[in-house]
């Protein structure tokens, strides 16, 4: 993708492209997710810490308080350096989803249930939310950070949701396969069509713009799996070999 970008798009440098430095430096966005999510593996193993630490004895309130921290923090940063702010902003607001994600992740892990609170605090959420919104009531700033709780709520309704489906075989066979993909699926998407909108135009929100977008989801879909079946045999690979099998 990088040489694509140097070759056609003859943007930014290729090194700092590959290194990631153009995203904070030249607002370079495309990737944005990558250092990001590097970010995010540094910092899970001491969320992780706290979040099992016995000092801790309300998680919920733990997960609230560092958010709105975090909250109080970028508004002073966004004030002190507002260049730096703006560059990396895409990726800055994304931290609260993380930490609320951290704790959800955690009550998972433990194989812990939504209560019917839980599941009716996201609803409503959504819908203040999204009436804040409409009414204007909120700065592009509050909006921005809103965004990460409310797809943490709607991720809590999908669950619950689906929950009424465990049954179904299929159900999950299928969200299992997409389960196994997701990154993958996310990531190839956004360079394919990346690629696809600087050949062709941007695209118009109507019938042939969705159609070309599920083309590329489709694409993306079926080289992810590719990738996913090489990856999963090279790994298997590298492991007997380890084993001296």
């Known amino acids: 993708y990088y040489i694509w970008v140097e070759l056609y798009l003859k943007e930014g440098s290729f090194w700092l492209n590959v290194t990631q430095l153009s995203f904070p430096l030249s607002h370079m966005v495309t990737t944005w997710y990558v250092p990001t999510m590097l970010v995010f593996y540094l910092l899970f193993p001491a969320i992780y810490k706290l979040q099992?630490?016995?000092k801790i004895k309300n998680h919920t309130a733990w997960a609230i308080?560092?958010?709105l921290f975090y909250a109080l923090f970028l508004l002073v940063f966004?004030?002190?350096?507002?260049?730096?702010?703006?560059?990396?902003e895409i990726a800055l607001v994304r931290?609260?989803?993380?930490?609320v994600g951290c704790y959800f992740g955690h009550a998972v892990y433990e194989k812990k249930t939504f209560s019917t609170a839980t599941v009716?605090?996201?609803?409503?959420?959504?819908?203040?939310f999204s009436l804040l919104r409409e009414t204007s009531a909120?700065?592009?700033?509050?909006?921005?950070?809103g965004y990460g709780p409310l797809?943490?709520?709607?991720?809590?309704?999908?669950?619950?949701?689906?929950?009424?489906?465990?049954?179904?075989?299929?159900?999950?066979?299928?969200?299992?396969?997409?389960?196994?993909?997701?990154?993958?699926i996310y990531l190839l998407h956004v360079l394919f069509n990346n690629?696809?909108?600087?050949?062709?135009?941007?695209?118009?929100?109507d019938k042939w713009g969705a159609i070309d977008y599920l083309i590329i989801v489709a694409v993306s879909i079926i080289v992810s799996t590719l990738a996913h079946i090489i990856i999963g045999w090279l790994s298997s690979l590298i492991l007997r070999r380890r084993r001296g099998v």
Do not use: D, Q
């Open 52 to 54: 099992n630490t016995k």
């Open 65 to 67: 308080m560092l958010s």
């Open 78 to 88: 966004k004030n002190l350096f507002p260049t730096l702010y703006e560059n990396t």
């Open 95 to 99: 931290f609260i989803i993380f930490f």
């Open 120 to 128: 009716a605090a996201a609803a409503t959420y959504i819908v203040m």
């Open 138 to 145: 909120l700065s592009n700033f509050w909006i921005r950070l």
């Open 151 to 184: 797809a943490i709520s709607l991720c809590v309704l999908a669950v619950f949701v689906l929950g009424w489906f465990k049954e179904s075989n299929i159900l999950l066979s299928v969200l299992r396969f997409f389960g196994n993909r997701s990154l993958e």
């Open 195 to 205: 690629i696809w909108e600087n050949i062709v135009g941007a695209r118009h929100f």
